[in-house]
T-cell receptor, first 112, second 115 residues
Framework: KQEVTQIPAALSVPEGENLVLNCSFTDSAIYNLQWFRQDPGKGLTSLLLIQSSQREQTSGRLNASLDKSSGRSTLYIAASQPGDSATYLCAIISGGYNKLIFGAGTRLAVHP | ETGVTQSPTHLIKTRGQQVTLRCSSQSGHNTVSWYQQALGQGPQFIFQYYREEENGRGNFPPRFSGLQFPNYSSELNVNALELDDSALYLC??????????????FGPGTRLTVL
């Protein structure tokens, strides 16, 4: 059974720090991996999608990497800002019909 | 281009009642998936609809059912509501159910409270 784990569960950092969020999954036979951002009580905003054949994706200050063999992905956020405060969710797609399997998320607080 | 929309935004029901939640997919998307997110947890897959047919189902009882219409909008119906059904219900649409067009885009969610 595929399981997704995110570490740490919560993180509080001062503005300007570079930070890394971790995601691990138990079965390397994934189709792709997606990182999302969720503001309190809101829906999910897709940040980055990494296909299984790719090693990383970049968007602005965000960089996500994927290592299928070790069952790990990292989300790197450069020069963090208070507006980055949110919950970050990692999800893998496994199976023939694009079911997303989510981790519980990392709750990030960036303080001025 | 219109994104994924959901209605209503909030809903309060009592145990035993029935509820219908609605979702309009992003323009051009023929696949809709529904997820349940309990407080403090990641979303859990309920089911997916592709071209008006159920295309996969998670570990949810039959009292969770759905529909997809010819315009690819979708409904989630929950019968005999239980207290544990209180959650944020998220709808996601994608271009196709699999392949390179499978990036999923989420709506703002419907917050259901069961008393």
């Amino acid at each position: 059974k595929q399981e997704v784990t995110q570490i740490p569960a919560a993180l509080s950092v001062p503005e300007g720090e570079n930070l890394v969020l971790n995601c691990s999954f138990t079965d390397s036979a994934i189709y792709n991996l997606q990182w999302f951002r969720q503001d309190p009580g809101k829906g999910l905003t897709s940040l980055l999608l990494i296909q299984s054949s790719q090693r990383e994706q970049t968007s602005g200050r965000l960089n996500a990497s994927l290592d299928k063999s070790s069952g790990r992905s990292t989300l790197y956020i450069a020069a963090s800002q208070p507006g980055d405060s949110a919950t970050y969710l990692c999800a893998i797609i496994s199976g023939g019909y694009n079911k997303l399997i989510f981790g519980a998320g990392t709750r990030l607080a960036v303080h001025p | 281009e219109t994104g994924v929309t959901q209605s209503p935004t909030h809903l309060i029901k009592t145990r035993g009642q029935q509820v219908t939640l609605r979702c309009s997919s992003q323009s051009g998307h023929n696949t809709v998936s529904w997820y349940q997110q309990a407080l403090g947890q990641g979303p859990q897959f309920i089911f997916q609809y592709y071209r008006e047919e159920e295309n996969g189902r998670g570990n949810f009882p039959p009292r969770f059912s759905g529909l997809q219409f010819p315009n690819y909008s979708s409904e989630l119906n929950v019968n005999a509501l239980e207290l544990d059904d209180s959650a944020l219900y998220l709808c996601a649409s994608s271009l196709e159910p699999r392949g390179s067009g499978n990036e999923q885009f989420f709506g703002p969610g419907t917050r259901l409270t069961v008393l």
